[in-house]
């Protein structure tokens, strides 16, 4: 969502250049490793052809499509970035604590209205929250917007309100299916289980909770919602032509 598809968030601190890693905003992101491992081996064969931001586009689409989501239709021929946006990132990024207000005009700007809004949040169906972003719905009290019961979980796996960000410390977003990209997400919203505060808010919005209902009663809904909306990310305004590179490294511009 930081100015386009075109791995900018992939480049190391260097040069002078402050690396989007370095934001609060990227908390959790991991396993940068991977895509250069895709890197080095299509440069092997084919030097030059496949850029970073395509390798970040086409391996979102493997894995919603290896969490049991849909086949999304990307195309390619993006360029990366020839530089990193990290003083900016806060103004293009949603937080988890946001008003949805706020949620839905970042998303808007990039041309994805309430319902697309809405279906993006799934992807929380997958994956895990850190116990740094969820105490503070449990600490000094609970939030009362939560199941009581599913909250007393919640402390046993977040046991204090200091949680440390570089301890293990996190709950799964789904623990019936916790790797598959389905609408239970959905169903558990509407039992007051969402894990951050965007998820609960989602439910309480008047102009979000008609399609969470929805999503949560049609799960190849949610999945036609989940593809459009991915893909009119994954396209929203590409470095073309000589606006940016196809660069060696992903963790570098050429001129380094």
Not at 92 to 97: A, E, L, R, S, V
Not at 142 to 171: F, G, I, M, N, S
């Amino acid at each position: 969502m930081v100015k386009s598809c075109d791995a900018s968030l992939l480049l190391d601190t260097a040069n002078g250049m402050e690396s989007e890693k370095t934001s609060q905003r990227s908390f959790g992101l991991r396993n940068f490793e991977s895509l250069g491992t895709i890197k080095e081996a299509l440069e092997r064969e084919c030097p030059m052809t496949v850029s970073c931001a395509d390798i970040v586009a086409l391996s979102a689409r493997e894995g919603v499509a290896l969490l049991g989501g849909p086949h999304i239709e990307m195309k390619t021929g993006r360029k990366d970035s020839l530089e990193s946006y990290a003083t900016q990132v806060e103004n293009y990024i949603p937080n988890h604590n946001d008003s949805m207000s706020l949620v839905l005009s970042r998303f808007q700007s990039l041309g994805i209205g309430v319902e697309g809004t809405v279906a993006l949040l799934g992807a929380h169906s997958v994956g895990r929250v850190h116990c740094v972003n969820l105490v503070n719905r449990l600490y000094p009290t609970v939030d009362p917007t939560l199941d009581p019961e599913h909250a007393e979980y919640l402390k046993c796996r977040c046991p204090t309100p200091e949680a440390h960000p570089k301890k293990v410390e996190y709950v799964r977003n789904d623990l019936e299916t916790p790797m598959v990209l389905d609408n239970l997400y959905y169903k558990h919203l509407l039992s007051h289980k969402g894990l951050l505060l965007v998820d609960a808010l989602l439910v309480s919005d008047p102009s979000t909770s008609p399609f969470v209902e929805k999503m949560a009663a049609d799960n190849g809904y949610f999945h036609d919602q989940f593809s459009t909306s991915l893909l009119m990310l994954s396209e929203n305004n590409p470095l073309i032509g000589d606006q940016g590179e196809i660069r060696r490294n992903c963790r570098h511009v050429n001129r380094d």
